[in-house]
């Protein structure tokens, strides 16, 4: 509009004012006069209408009571807003005109539970306002209390007691307290005087003798603390989300997912995942740690009874365990980490049956293994310690062991420095220590030994160093120097068939990614071999790649040499070489029988003379059988299994000294042997319980019974674990997902549904992304399927909010962290989901402000696109207004969740929500909406965050006075 306008209107207005209170006009004169002066659809604030008034009505020593009813028309006819007439208030500053004053502060008192803004204009400028308004009350209290002549009258007193009441109205009213916070950041400046007029008056008030100005210092105190936190109750509909869980079921599957996956992972990686638990379940510190623990000692008491578990759960708890609970309490920061950690002990100490069942069947204290271990780090005292492990120590001692009880975790204890030797050892010169190194070999394969000490090394993360040095020592014993003396020779072969087992057996174990190096040069002859010929499930070798490499003539030889029963020593000039000729040989012996040119017995005697001395030998060959038996039918499987079974059958030479350990050698061979055979052709009727899905059931019929012994117990045993990730290889994400949510809500009690979302965000760490991204695509179905979305109640409704918020937050961890990305192994298939098809080009619609900082901690690729279809989709759930439905309060629903598991990060997730989804979720449910919610919707360390948050909350406001108004 034109100034000369602007002025001319101003001019009016200003003659309008003063004759109506010349002919004492009525406010319905007014009312009817003023429209003819104002534009139709124009706002007073355009003319400062507030200012004209205000300016006339306290002109005089008296206020003109008149004028200010005028005012008072004005505001409630919408023809001057709140924000205006705020501003003009807080310009007041003749304090020595006391009846002046007290007229505004009772202005302020009449008009203010009606605070709201009715336009865009309006709602840029109503925060600072409101601010503007509480420097000017505080400086009424301080011009009200100061006293002359040492004593304050009646009406400074009135002041005082006024601008307290009102602030105090101001604070407890959410709209305003929330306008307040808003403006704190707009205007950083004006909030700092406010706090420093807080700090004069209470230091004032303190000085002053005679004072009764009631509640000052709660009202100086919440002004100088202008802040919001996390609400625990974020909507006003029924509270379902304040669960009070007795205990945690997300932390035991979850670690028992995590190790079962990856047992070499980092510590950081499983600290980073734990941080996370904490941030969605809003853990304290000593409930964290007493969780933690809980959850490897009840894994630990499922792997007492299972072999092949038992040591690395062991070695988990008590070597690993301690470390990670060193890095959360450092990564937490906090001022009393120790102590919160022995509160963490003193909370476990509650939980007697667990600690009973594990002490008595180990005939130890696992508390006290636990803190010795901690006290070793320098992290917590012993002082500290000893009252935790006096009043456990009087229970173990009148526990009942079983018979035996079993020693893996004192064998755990004493492995570790046994480890540290081994990795010393290895690193002398191997020329000097054969011998010595020979027999520190034998005892690590005698038993379990070796078990243990990989278990050791992949908690410590050491299993990389570890193989490193082992497969240095096998590149260095490969050489045959016929030089040497007849012994030197032996204990070379010997040194090199060990180390050559100890590789296949960690291959098997932990697959090769710990043998294998990312972006190494992999040019050892080990590495070499692991890669073209190790037989692994699911990755098919290729059989002729590693016979191109054969040389015929040295394959001639070295059948030769098997044939009469010769030393294999005089056929090549290492055992590398002769571990690949030996591959050649096979072909040739399987060819022959094949054509009948040799007969059963001789190829018993030459496989036999095979594995007589050097059992990495029988390891190649069957490693090729099995490469070549992936390719061959059915009908000519018959003669390869048999020279497979045969080469587990042989007979090693009798030992003429101790000093080759034939038998333990033997006896890791046929372990490595047996591997291949299952991973090649797995049982089908097993002598003992197998994972494996191979059924006459269906295979929905396998996951059911399955799911319902994991909910009924509230934890995750290994077996259910094994048979849970082959249904999720199986069958796919899609298909897994959808299948256990249907389960989850078919349950109808609280408690029930709580237990089942901790159990499946846990199940579906098997493949957190694709399980997410499953997950993700699976809600619109019951947003709008109609067969379905009658599920879609409370309190199913609420849980599958809070599955969906604690999902999306652990692929966001997943997809930040590069070590998960790097280490977690897929269990799905790559086509469950078409990446390429599902989702729209990457070219869409930026749904995020500008001024966001985008650097570093986005979301990218397909959990970003299933993310912002997501959105979409619930916009137009928000967008229904005449709907009323179960949908809506499912989406209201999410947003809670995803703030209260965010805790102050949801910035990263909720950035991309549609900007018209919350306005109409306002006008749809205001009654449900709170002030809190809206603001931990919005990044509001941002201008446009800041700015889209006070638009929903004026709307919030409007719609609650629209109400209002109604009822009246």
Avoid at 321 to 347: N, R, T, W, Y
Avoid at 851 to 878: E, P, Q, S, Y
């Amino acid at each position: 509009m034109e100034p000369s306008k602007v002025t001319s209107k101003t001019s009016s207005l200003k003659s309008l004012v003063l004759k109506a209170w010349g002919e004492r006009w009525t406010e319905i004169q007014w009312g009817i006069s003023i429209k003819s002066v104002l534009p139709r659809g124009v706002s007073g604030d355009v003319y400062n209408l507030a200012d004209i008034i205000l300016s006339q009505a306290l002109v005089g020593s008296y206020p003109n009571e008149l004028v200010l009813s005028y005012l008072r028309h004005s505001l409630n006819c919408q023809l001057v807003s709140y924000a205006a007439i705020l501003q003009r208030i807080s310009k007041y500053d003749k304090f020595h005109k006391r009846s002046c004053v007290i007229v505004l502060l009772d202005f302020l008192e009449s008009t203010l539970h009606g605070i709201t803004c009715r336009g865009k204009p309006e709602e840029s400028v109503l925060p600072g306002a409101l601010l503007s308004l509480v420097d000017w009350l505080l400086t009424c209290i301080r011009s009200g209390h100061v006293p002359k002549n040492g004593t304050t009258n009646r009406l400074e007193d009135r002041i005082a007691n006024k601008s307290i009441q009102i602030l105090e109205y101001l604070l407890n009213n959410d709209f305003v307290f929330a306008m307040l916070y808003l403006a704190k950041h707009d205007d950083a400046n004006l909030y700092l005087i406010v706090v420093n007029k807080c700090q004069e008056i209470s230091q004032d008030v303190q000085n002053s003798i005679d004072t009764n100005i009631p509640h000052v210092h709660s009202v100086l105190i919440q002004l100088c603390n202008i802040d919001f936190k996390n609400s625990i109750k974020l909507t006003a509909m029924e509270s379902v989300t304040t669960y009070n869980e007795p205990i945690t079921y997300v932390l035991q599957p979850l670690l028992a997912i995590r190790v079962m996956l990856n047992p070499t992972a980092e510590t950081q990686v499983l600290v980073d995942k734990l941080k996370l638990i904490r941030q969605i379940k809003g853990y304290s510190n000593p409930r964290l740690y007493c969780e933690l623990i809980r959850a490897c000692l009840m894994c630990l008491r499922d792997s007492l009874s299972k072999e092949d578990h038992g040591p690395q759960w062991g070695a988990f708890t008590f070597i690993k365990l301690p470390h990670i609970i060193k890095h959360l309490c450092e990564d937490s920061k906090s001022f009393k980490a120790s102590e919160e950690v022995i509160q963490g002990f003193e909370m476990l100490l509650e939980m007697f049956p667990l600690l009973d069942f594990i002490d008595s069947h180990t005939a130890c204290s696992s508390i006290e293994l636990l803190l010795n271990e901690l006290v070793k780090l320098d992290f917590v005292t012993e002082n500290q310690c000893s009252s935790i492990i006096n009043r456990r120590a009087s229970v173990v001692s009148t526990l009942n062991s079983p018979k035996p009880p079993s020693n893996v975790l004192t064998i755990i204890m004493r492995t570790e420095p046994t480890l540290q030797r081994m990795l010393r050892t290895f690193d002398s010169e191997y020329s000097k220590i054969q011998e010595a190194l020979v027999s520190v070999l034998s005892q690590v394969l005698t038993g379990k030994s070796l078990e243990l000490i990989l278990a050791a090394a992949s908690v410590e993360g050491k299993l990389r160093m570890f193989v490193s040095k082992v497969i240095k020592c096998n590149e260095f014993s490969k050489q045959i120097n016929l030089q040497d003396t007849p012994k030197s020779i032996c204990t070379n072969a010997v040194l090199f068939d060990m180390t050559f087992l100890m590789l296949c057996f960690i291959t098997q174990k932990y697959g090769h990614q710990a043998i294998l190096t990312d972006g190494g040069s992999n040019d050892t002859f080990f590495e070499k071999w692991c890669r073209q010929c190790m037989v692994e499930l699911g990755n098919p070798k290729s059989h002729e790649t590693i016979m191109g490499e054969c040389d015929p003539n040295k394959v001639e030889a070295l059948l030769t040499a098997i044939d009469n029963g010769e030393e294999l020593i005089n056929c090549d000039s290492s055992w590398d070489q002769i571990c690949i000729s030996i591959i050649g040989a096979t072909h040739d012996v399987l060819v022959a029988w094949e054509n009948s040119t040799l007969s059963s017995n001789d190829v018993k005697r030459i496989l036999d003379s095979m594995g007589s001395s050097m059992f990495c030998l029988p390891i190649c060959a069957a490693a090729w059988l099995c490469s070549y038996m992936q390719v061959l039918h059915q009908d000519a499987l018959l003669k390869p299994l048999n020279m497979v079974q045969q080469l587990l059958n042989v007979i090693p030479e009798p030992e003429e000294n101790t000093e080759t350990f034939s038998q333990c050698r033997q006896a890791l061979m046929c372990r490595i042997i047996r591997k291949m055979q299952q991973d090649l052709h797995p049982p089908t009727m097993p002598s003992k319980p197998s994972h494996s899905i191979v059924s006459k059931d269906s295979i929905l019929e396998q996951l059911i019974p399955i799911w319902e012994s994991i909910l009924e117990e509230g934890w995750l045993n290994i077996k259910a674990a094994q048979k849970l990730k082959t249904t999720l290889f199986t069958a796919g994400s899609d298909w897994f997902v959808n299948n256990l949510i249907k389960e989850m809500m078919k349950l109808q009690y609280r408690d029930e549904l709580e237990k089942a979302v901790d159990l499946l965000f846990a199940i579906f760490h098997f493949d957190i992304e694709f399980c997410t991204l499953a997950l993700l695509e699976l809600m619109p179905q019951y947003l709008f399927n109609p067969d379905i979305n009658v599920e879609l109640i409370e309190p199913q409704q609420t849980a599958l909010a809070k599955l969906c918020s604690y999902c999306i937050y652990a692929s966001v961890e997943f997809q930040q962290n590069s070590m998960v990305k790097n280490e977690v192994l897929k269990t799905t298939n790559s086509m469950d989901i078409d990446i390429d098809n599902s989702w729209p080009p990457n070219k869409i619609m930026r749904l995020d402000n500008g001024d966001c900082d985008n650097t570093g901690t986005g979301i990218n690729g397909t959990l970003l696109r299933a993310l912002v279809a997501l959105f979409r989709r619930i916009a137009v759930v928000a967008s229904r207004h005449e709907q009323l439905c179960r949908e809506t309060h499912f989406v209201l629903r999410l947003l809670e969740q995803l703030v209260m598991c965010g805790r102050g990060s949801s910035q990263i997730i909720l950035k991309h929500l549609p900007p018209s989804l919350l306005p109409n979720l306002i006008r749809c449910v205001p009654e449900l909406f709170t002030v809190d919610l809206i603001l931990n919707l919005y990044d509001l360390n941002w201008p446009s965050g800041r700015k889209a948050a006070t638009s929903d909350l004026c709307l919030l406001q409007k719609t609650r006075c629209a109400k209002n108004t109604e009822y009246l």
